[in-house]
């Protein structure tokens, strides 16, 4: 696996100037275990194209990924949460980002976020 950077969320989403600076801490928890997906730029906003998975490099959304059954993300057991078809690697789709009080912040759904290398421990039997 090549190195990986954690995920910066600015590059996904623009906080405004005047963003509370509790607010900023709540989003850099919520963030910090995952890895920083490649970004492009589309029309000057940050696109996620396909997303090749950080393990074994098969795209997790788009065509590739939905009708030649490569790769993907594909749905876990828990709410939001999932894996790379091929390699299982685990990231999450959905996000419900709170305060720190436990009050709604914001959610994102669809957007798939891999999981960093230093929060994904690997079971020791693999079933593949
Ligand atoms: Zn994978």
Redo the contacts with the bound molecule.
Sequence with gaps: MTEVSKLDWRTLIKAAPETPPETITALDKYFEPFAQPALKMVNDKPDLGDQP??????P?TGLLASMFGK?GFTWGLAHGEG???????PARAYHFIKHEDGSDLCTLRGVILQYHPDYVTERKTDAA
């Design positions: 998975c950080l393990k074994c490099d098969e997790q790769g894996h790379c078809r091929n390699c299982h690697w």
